[in-house]
């Protein structure tokens, strides 16, 4: 069974082919992906790969983690599952449509006799 694992602090110049080639040092990679920016295409200092076994994993745990890739020192854990994103899409709705003044517009309190 294949086993994911987490890939960090890579440096933002390696590529998915060097991944590739130093997790084949602890068996057989089958993919290596290195997370990118949608808007500027650049690295965001981390990726996956996958081994063919756990045993495979383990090993490239053992091997890779605290070690240098590129000249950083990453850090490799067995990935964990995504976790479903919460909330509305960044909270910018509140005090639309009225809702902040509470009616009262500008002035402040219109109950007030002057």
């Not at 990726?47 to 850090?75: H, L, P």
């Amino acid at each position: 069974m294949e086993k994911k694992l987490y890939i960090g602090g890579l440096s933002y110049d390696t590529t998915e082919n060097v991944l590739k080639d130093t997790f084949a040092q602890a068996g057989t990679v089958e993919s290596a992906t290195i997370i990118t920016d949608k808007m500027s295409g650049r690295s965001k200092g981390f990726g996956f790969v996958e081994m063919s076994s756990e045993e495979e994993a383990q090993k490239a745990i053992d091997m890779f983690n605290g070690k240098e890739i590129d000249g950083r020192t990453v850090t490799v854990n067995e990935a964990r599952p995504m976790e479903p994103r919460t909330g509305t899409g960044g909270g910018f709705r509140r005090g639309f449509g009225g809702g902040g003044n509470r009616g009262q517009g500008f002035g402040g309190d219109r109950r007030k006799s002057w």
